[in-house]
């Protein structure tokens, strides 16, 4: 059975913590990927960025409703919504903007597992690191495809 490194893309496009949203927007566009991983400078995976994060970058917050009970504010609805909308429209790095909660896979991970957690965890593709965090690779879910068809 094939491992994750056996089917992982060695070349993978990122973006640095530090670069600015702007320069993300546009290496994502050009890359026609959906997504893109955001690393340190010693190539350690910090989070990913998706065409849906940038996005949310540049819609308008909606602020929530407010309930005033005995001289306090009770925010109706999600107030974790708020915030997560309020982080990503003030994001002006790509390590700001980056979503910390990567789904990621190891080298020798069985490519079964790895195809679960990209449909499961409904992403377009999840990187491959070592222990340390290193970023080794990326699998899509084209890489998945390809070595579900190939004989």
Not at 114 to 136: I, Q
Request: charged content about 25%.
């Amino acid at each position: 059975m094939k491992t994750a490194q056996d089917i992982m893309n060695r070349e993978v496009v990122t973006v640095l913590a530090d670069d600015p949203v702007d320069k993300v927007g546009d290496v994502l566009l050009s890359s026609g990927h959906h997504s893109l991983p955001v690393v340190n400078s010693e190539d350690h995976l910090v989070g990913m960025i998706g065409e849906r994060d940038l996005i949310d970058a540049h819609r308008k917050v909606h602020l929530p409703t407010m309930l005033t009970i005995l001289d306090g504010l009770i925010p109706l609805g999600g107030m974790h919504e708020y915030e997560e909308e309020l982080r990503k429209v003030t994001a002006v790095t790509a390590g700001q903007l980056a979503s910390s909660h990567v789904i990621t896979a190891a080298p020798d991970e069985d490519t079964d597992a790895v195809a679960e957690k990209l449909l499961r965890k409904d992403v377009h593709a999840v990187p491959v690191v070592d222990n340390s965090g290193l970023l080794l690779g990326i699998i899509s879910r084209s890489d998945i495809l390809q070595h579900l068809l190939k004989p």
